[in-house]
Antibody, heavy 112, light 111 residues
Framework: EVQLVESGGGLVQPGRSLKLSCAAS????????MAWVRQAPTKGLEWVAS????????YYRDSVKGRFTISRDNAKSTLYLQMDSLRSEDTATYYC?????WGQGVMVTVSS | DVVLTQTPPTLSATIGQSVSISCRSS???????????LNWLLQRPGQPPQLLIY???RLESGVPNRFSGSGSGTDFTLKISGVEAEDLGVYYC????????FGGGTKLELK
């Protein structure tokens, strides 16, 4: 059974950092392009970042470029999202996904 | 950047009614490899999204065949032939031809 389990969320002050993890199981992680998608409270879905199966290429939405870093460890079947210089507008539930499977999401709240 | 415009934003339906949702892209979603990476998701309240349709018209495993997708280039449609209570929630189109972009969502509610 495919599972994606996010962790690392929480309450953080503006300007601080947070690192999300997504533990994958039930499939060959290294074969799949992966992404982070977020959803602010009561809002729609918003793509954040993607990474190719090898990790060789990464892609970001403009509003997080230079602040967020997506990465993966295929040996550990884990996807990461390093979030620096966090802003209040980054407050959202963050989902790890390969499009056909989604994690349950992890909440990130940026507030002083 | 690709913009996906979904209409209507809200849809009221009775059980058994057939409904359609439109998704229009600001540029063609035809990839150079010949595929069109336009998918449809359903997000039920309090749940993560689930994939319904991929590559415009292919039904994801386990999804009822009352769901169907069609379209090409920049215009796409999701049709539900006979709404059931479990279909209520927010529907999103999402493209992955040019990075990823989500439509604004269509909330399906009971009339």
């Amino acid at each position: 059974e495919v599972q994606l389990v996010e962790s690392g969320g929480g309450l953080v002050q503006p300007g601080r950092s947070l690192k999300l993890s997504c533990a994958a199981s039930g499939f060959t992680f290294s074969n799949y392009y992966m992404a982070w998608v977020r959803q602010a409270p009561t809002k729609g879905l918003e793509w954040v970042a993607s990474i190719t199966n090898s990790g060789g290429s990464t892609y970001y939405r403009d509003s997080v470029k230079g602040r967020f870093t997506i990465s993966r460890d295929n040996a550990k079947s884990t996807l990461y999202l390093q979030m620096d210089s966090l802003r209040s507008e980054d407050t959202a539930t963050y989902y790890c996904t390969r499009m056909d499977y989604w994690g349950q999401g992890v909440m990130v709240t940026v507030s002083s | 950047d690709v913009v996906l415009t979904q209409t209507p934003p809200t849809l009221s339906a009775t059980i058994g009614q057939s409904v359609s949702i439109s998704c229009r892209s600001s540029q063609s979603l035809l990839h150079s490899n010949g595929n069109t990476y336009l998918n449809w998701l359903l997000q039920r309240p309090g749940q993560p999204p689930q994939l319904l349709i991929y590559l415009v018209s292919r039904l994801e495993s386990g999804v009822p065949n009352r769901f169907s997708g069609s379209g090409s280039g920049t215009d796409f449609t999701l049709k539900i032939s006979g709404v059931e209570a479990e279909d209520l929630g927010v529907y999103y189109c999402v493209q992955s031809t040019h990075a990823w972009t989500f439509g604004g969502g269509t909330k399906l509610e009971l009339k």
